[in-house]
């Protein structure tokens, strides 16, 4: 199983982009969802993070206040809404889902699964 992210594109700095991930309702059931992010030659970054029973939300420092995750009320799709985009969140964007019985928050990519081949996000000056 493998979670498709899509919407990414080339955009100019503050400008805004929102990238989707849908999948079946029985994939995410009951699992809180995330996006990373991975720039050229650098790890895996947390971005965001939404839970499943509350859908609280976390967010990494460096996004926080310029993008938003959400998903919708059949919890099967989750956005996120990037404003005010800067250079340096060019990357490729992948979205993921928690393992079973990792406690929330967590913004460790192993305690994630099905990881696919994500949507390139490129942020120009």
């Known amino acids: 199983v493998q979670l498709q992210a899509s919407g990414g594109g080339l955009v100019q700095a503050g400008g805004s982009l929102r990238l989707s991930c849908a999948a079946s309702?029985?994939?995410?059931?009951?699992?809180?969802m995330a996006w990373f992010r991975q720039a050229p030659g650098k790890e895996h970054e947390f971005v965001a993070t939404?839970?499943?029973?509350?859908?609280?939300?976390d967010y990494a420092d460096s996004v926080k206040d310029r993008f938003s995750i959400s998903r919708t009320d059949a919890k099967n799709t989750v956005y996120l809404q990037m404003n005010n985009l800067k250079p340096e969140d060019t990357a490729v964007y992948y979205c993921?889902?928690?393992?079973?019985?990792?406690?929330?928050?967590?913004?460790?990519?192993?305690?994630?699964?099905?990881w696919g081949q994500g949507t390139l996000v490129t942020v120009s000056s």
């Open positions: 939404i839970s499943w029973s509350d859908e609280n939300t």
């Open positions: 993921v889902a928690q393992k079973t019985g990792v406690i929330w928050p967590s913004r460790l990519p192993f305690d994630y699964i099905y």
């Open positions: 309702a029985r994939t995410v059931s009951n699992r809180a």
